[in-house]
């Protein structure tokens, strides 16, 4: 299995940059095994998918809401996928989760086994 650690996360105005990082513990390098996505949950609402990274050819998939300005890439050696996010709205404030999955790159919550604790991303004046 896999454990998986999310940092980077805090207080940022409206039009502001924030970088997340999920850095994953394991016995293999996840690039091999493991597609990684980003979901996160803001207060009242359900869990929604943001992001996603395959394994092997790094192949991406994007929410209709974040397209443009967030962006994810992986560290292969560190093991550590980033999540770039630009121009900040304050509908972008929520507890940011990353998740593994030995299955495609999807941004459903069923399809992924393992979780990170999460992060909180503020986005405020």
């Known amino acids: 299995q896999v454990q998986l650690v999310e940092s980077g996360g805090g207080l940022v105005q409206p039009g502001g940059s924030l970088r997340l990082s999920c850095t994953a513990s394991t016995s293999r390098f996840i690039a091999d095994y493991y597609a990684i996505g980003w979901f996160r949950q803001a207060p009242g609402k359900e869990r929604e998918g943001v992001s996603c990274?395959?394994?092997?050819?790094?192949?991406?998939n994007y929410a209709d809401s974040v397209k443009g300005r967030f962006t994810i890439s992986r560290d292969n050696a560190q093991n550590t996928v980033y999540l770039q996010m630009n121009s900040l709205k304050s509908e972008d404030t929520a507890v940011y989760y990353c998740?593994?999955?030995?299955?495609?790159?999807?941004?459903?919550?069923?399809?992924?086994?393992?979780w990170g604790q999460g992060t909180q991303v503020t986005v405020s004046s």
């Open positions: 990274i395959s394994s092997r050819d790094g192949s991406t």
């Open positions: 998740a593994a999955t030995l299955g495609l790159c999807a941004m459903k919550i069923h399809e992924y086994d393992y």
